[in-house]
């Protein structure tokens, strides 16, 4: 059973537009979520990452939002470049116990110039 | 500095036969994990070692053995490979084993068993 799910396979957005990447989650024992970012044949790289006392995050055109009642997130990046086209995944963990990652299925976002 | 190196890219199995995966990092980090990525299903969690001497299970390890020889190297074997077992395996590192630790990737193996 799917913890974390991305339920939308593709994303398309212009150059210099806001892409929006969701992600929702079952567990309400996560309180630790990230997200990678991964080019083809390549191995998945950290992006951003946010903790369940925040509601926010922002790196540089990367924004991570948290809605933990709606048990829901986001990733805002603006504005979007033709080098972000990658798949992108969300994880989440509770750093109680294990602390091990449960990834989604990924999100694949093409930037067109 | 290669960061986290993984051995071999390809590899073709028939359905019963061996093999191990080799997985290796230079970033002194005490924490390894070996990840498989199937179509739909995302990354899932095989085997983690915490730190060096130690191994457990994640969330889907059967069918998988995993050895950690020293601090560098975490490899991964299939006694009996099986057609279930056709994926896109990832190891990774981490400093730590807390989640806020970023974990790092390897390029990834990809396996197809017949």
């Known amino acids: 059973d799917q913890q974390v799910k991305q339920n939308s396979p593709s994303l398309s957005v212009q150059e210099g537009r806001i892409s929006i990447l969701n992600c929702d989650y079952t567990?309400?024992?996560?309180?630790?979520f990230l997200w990678y970012k991964k080019y083809p044949a390549e191995g998945p790289t950290f992006l951003i990452s946010?903790?369940?006392?925040?509601d926010k995050n922002e790196d540089g055109r990367f924004t991570v939002f948290l809605n933990k009642s709606a048990k829901h997130l986001s990733l805002h990046i603006v504005p979007s470049q033709p080098g972000d086209s990658a798949v992108y995944f969300c994880?989440?963990?509770?750093?109680?116990?294990?602390?091990?990652?449960?990834f989604g299925t990924g999100t694949r976002l093409t930037v067109i110039p | 500095n290669a960061g986290v190196t993984q051995t071999p890219k390809f590899q073709v199995l028939k359905t019963g036969q061996s093999m191990t995966l080799q997985c290796a990092q230079d970033m002194n980090h005490n924490s390894m994990y070996w990840y498989r990525q199937d179509p739909g299903m995302g990354l899932r969690l095989i085997y983690y070692?915490?730190?060096?001497?130690?191994?457990d299970k994640g969330e889907v390890p059967n069918g998988y053995n995993v050895s950690r020889l020293n601090k560098r190297e975490f490899s991964l074997r299939l006694e009996s490979a099986a057609p279930s077992q056709t994926s896109v395996y990832f190891c990774a590192s981490s400093q730590g084993q807390r989640s806020s630790y970023e974990q790092y990737f390897g390029p990834g193996t990809r396996l197809t068993v017949t």
């Open positions: 567990n309400s024992m996560f309180d630790y």
């Open positions: 994880a989440a963990s509770a750093q109680t116990g294990a602390n091990n990652l449960f």
């Open positions: 946010i903790s369940s006392i925040k």
């Open positions: 070692s915490a730190s060096e001497g130690t191994t």
